[in-house]
């Protein structure tokens, strides 16, 4: 501690001493930068943005004209970018010269382990085939289907039934995540928290895992590097909570891939649906590489759909004409195809996909994604890369480019997505997908997510099962803003409030 102290108070005396008049601070050629300072850098002008860290760097780089900038923090240079040649050079062109690093993997190991989302090179390579192979099973898509479907029958519709029936207001975001938890938990490792049950219980390895979640990230939020390592090595303040919350789920779901390999053990021929399952009759039975690759789809499937959806219903919610056609889409489908599963029915959503896609594009479940640089580089807009920076692209920021989107880009626009069939009249769509160094929010090259089909067809499942009987109406007082806030993913501040309301007829 009185290193710290010591430390704090030789940076003050250099910032008065070496402190630069405001005209000199900055140029005419990037006077949109905010102003830094001898050692410091930029630190005053992001500490007093730190509650909104995200929208504070959007529009910076929305005021730069290449869309790169480059902050200076207690001597460590960061470029941020929202330009697509770039973001297509850092992740495809340049993969190899692009990871995560050594700071993000040290920071995020006692969670992560060595999982997916935190390995690089040949640890990742292999980690990525595995999991590629299992997630291009039929059997897989065929699990999930059944997974979603009996978690929006069974507990999402009776639990908006109450809410409807008492004039509730409800948690939506909270009711998503807990669906969201549910569904991962069964797909990944074959069980059931039954956290969307009626008492909407805190079951203790979900509140475990969103404890680890927030104290994790909260390291790469320390003024100095590696403070965290301090407050572990003493077992003090977010770091004790930390390590209480990793080791109840680590310890939860090694128990979980036990029982597992006994259950496999002693029924040979048990049919493999679960991702632990396939894992570990496929050959890969280390426990701690199948807990490490669990945790990591879990936490890719629980908080980034109900993320993307919490949004989609607040946007929804202040756009009645886009709910319409939403619904006019839904009755068509189900008088033209009453046969169809809701899963088959799914894939023929285009407006639906549309909306989902514009309310990601605003508001992306990862808003912000690094990767540090192995060699010195050039970016293709002429930004030199040293070796060691990090180079973060910035999907918050590209999906309200308007150089990319259009001069309407901070509108909630799902027509944007959409070119109309000429030949078949009004009302009939084609889906016109943009690239993946453009529209970032699930990444793009070889890291691409995995499972971003099955995310698109799970999303529109629930909003089909809740749109068909129900019409959800924000209750956030008029004129208050929901407030976007980032840890791992993203979500709304306190949470969506929410009044449901029964259809009393589908139209």
Request: proline share 5%; net charge neutral.
């Amino acid at each position: 501690m009185i290193l710290l102290i010591v430390f704090i108070l030789t940076l003050v005396f250099f910032f008065f001493k070496l402190k630069k008049p405001s005209n000199t601070t900055t140029t005419n050629n990037n006077d949109y930068l905010p102003k830094s300072y001898p050692i410091v850098g930029i630190y005053f002008s992001f500490k007093g943005n730190a509650h909104r860290r995200v929208q504070y760097t959007s529009d910076i780089i929305q005021k730069s004209p290449t869309g790169t900038i480059s902050l200076h923090f207690f001597g460590r240079n960061q470029i941020l970018t929202a330009d697509p040649a770039n973001v297509k050079h850092i992740l495809k062109t340049n993969f190899n010269n692009y990871e995560k690093g050594s700071r993000f993997r040290q920071t995020m190991f006692d969670f992560l382990g060595n999982g997916i989302f935190n390995a690089d090179g040949e640890t990742w390579k292999f980690q990525r085939q595995v999991a590629s192979h299992e997630f291009n099973t039929r059997s897989l898509r065929k699990f999930v289907e059944e997974v979603v479907d009996t978690e929006v029958n069974d507990r999402l519709t009776p639990l908006l039934v109450d809410a409807a029936a008492n004039n509730k207001v409800i948690d939506l975001q909270d009711v998503l995540q807990r669906f969201a938890f549910d569904n991962i938990c069964k797909i990944a490792f074959g069980y059931d928290p039954e956290y969307l049950i009626p008492s909407l219980p805190q079951a203790e390895f979900a509140v475990a895992f969103d404890e680890a979640t927030v104290k994790a990230s909260e390291r790469f939020r320390t003024v100095i590097s590696g403070i965290w390592r301090v407050k572990r090595f003493f077992g003090a303040g977010s770091e004790k909570l930390l390590k209480e919350s990793v080791s109840q789920v680590r310890e939860f779901a090694k128990k979980i891939v036990r029982e597992k390999k006994l259950e496999l053990k002693e029924n040979s021929s048990l049919q493999s649906v679960d991702l632990l399952s396939r894992f570990l009759t496929s050959g890969h039975a280390d426990e701690d590489f199948v807990t490490d690759i669990v945790i990591s789809f879990i936490i890719a499937g629980r908080d980034t759909t109900s993320a993307a959806l919490t949004w989609f219903f607040w946007l929804l919610d202040k756009s009645p004409q886009v709910e319409k056609q939403i619904l006019n889409e839904l009755n068509e489908l189900k008088t033209h195809n009453s046969e169809l599963s809701m899963f088959e029915e799914a894939k023929d959503m285009l407006y639906t996909h549309a909306a989902v896609s514009e309310a990601i594009r605003l508001f992306p479940p990862v808003p912000v994604d690094s990767k540090v640089a192995k060699t010195d580089d050039v970016l293709p807009d002429g930004t030199p890369v040293k070796k060691g920076t990090p180079v973060t692209y910035h999907p918050y920021a590209m999906g309200r480019m308007k150089s990319i989107w259009g001069s309407d880009a901070e509108e909630f626009k799902p027509e944007r997505w959409l070119e109309e069939k000429e030949s078949d009249g009004e009302g009939k769509w084609n889906f016109v997908s943009r690239d993946p160094y453009t529209y970032t929010a699930f990444q793009a090259g070889p890291r691409i997510c995995l499972g971003k089909e099955m995310a698109y067809l799970q999303m529109k499942r629930m909003v089909a099962g809740i749109l068909r009987d129900f019409h959800v109406v924000s209750a956030i007082p008029d004129g208050v803003e929901p407030e976007f806030v980032v840890n791992m993913t993203a979500k709304m501040k306190g949470g969506f409030p929410v009044r449901i309301e029964k259809r009393s007829t589908f139209q």
